[in-house]
């Protein structure tokens, strides 16, 4: 049995001010025991989240981490063991607005997907199309690939510690949120290409669904077979809609 997870993706949101708030707002849900939750604030608020955070339930990742494990000369950037050393369980990788706005190619993705699990973090990797490419037929082969990059360079077995959000783009931040059947349909394409490797890790591992989830589809998504979970962009900002979005998950 998938144990179902749902992770609030908070992007470039936040003051302190308004982290403190919405930490409270988290800390004051009463969440369901089955479900794994964890959120992502932006580099800077990670350590005050995860200070906050402390005792509870709800786990802290970081948004991206760098592709070496190291500390070095990188101007701006974090590595993957100083988000360890923060308090991160997880980190995202290869999220479509770094892909399409910074340019993060499959095999960056590859190094910091690598860099991540050596580092301690548990990586989770997204996937999905544009709507130009839905519309051409081609949303299997484009999340296809982005699976296979890993898989070609890493070996199927990097799946055994990471989680894998499929996020249409044409889905993200813009209230079109992908039919529970269209998204079962593709996170069984993702199993299916899995398990030609291995069975056992296909099973095993947990298939988010990302793209304006809120309170009013999640239960729907989430009752679907081989989707095990969401990541939720705007509506993680809001405490009480992201704890209706984590009961659902639960039920
Ligand atoms: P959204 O974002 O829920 O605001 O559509 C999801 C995501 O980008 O992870």
Redesign the pocket.
């Known amino acids: 049995m998938r144990r179902p997870m749902v992770a609030g993706?908070w992007?470039m949101h936040g003051t302190r001010a308004s982290v403190a708030e919405l930490i409270e707002g988290l800390v004051n849900l009463a969440l369901p025991g089955s479900v794994d939750v964890a959120v992502f604030p932006t580099s800077l608020h990670i350590g005050l989240v995860a200070e906050c955070l402390e005792g509870t339930s709800i786990v802290v990742g970081a948004q991206n981490a760098a592709h070496e494990t190291g500390q070095g000369a990188l101007t701006g950037e974090v590595s993957p063991g100083q988000v360890v050393d923060m308090g991160c369980k997880f980190v995202l990788v290869g999220?479509s607005?770094r892909r399409q706005i910074m340019g993060e190619t499959n095999s960056v993705l590859n190094h910091k997907f690598a860099a991540a699990q050596a580092s301690g973090l548990t990586p989770i990797l997204c996937v999905g199309e544009t709507l130009e490419e839905r519309e051409a037929g081609k949303t299997l082969e484009v999340v296809g690939r982005q699976l296979d990059s890993i898989i070609e360079e890493l070996g199927i077995d990097a799946f055994v510690n990471a989680v894998i959000a499929y996020?249409p783009v044409w889905?993200?931040?813009?209230g079109l949120t992908a039919s529970p059947q269209q998204a079962q349909d593709v996170h069984a394409e993702i199993r299916a290409q899995l398990a030609k490797e291995n069975a056992e890790v296909a099973q095993g591992v947990r298939l988010l669904y990302?793209?304006?989830?809120k309170a009013a589809n999640a239960a729907e998504l989430f009752g679907m077979p081989d989707i095990d979970g969401g990541?939720?962009?705007?509506?993680s900002l809001n405490a009480d809609e992201f704890g209706a979005i984590i009961r659902a998950a639960g039920n």
């Open positions: 993706n992007k999220h607005e996020e889905a993200i931040g813009t990302g793209g304006s989830v990541l939720i962009g705007g509506a």
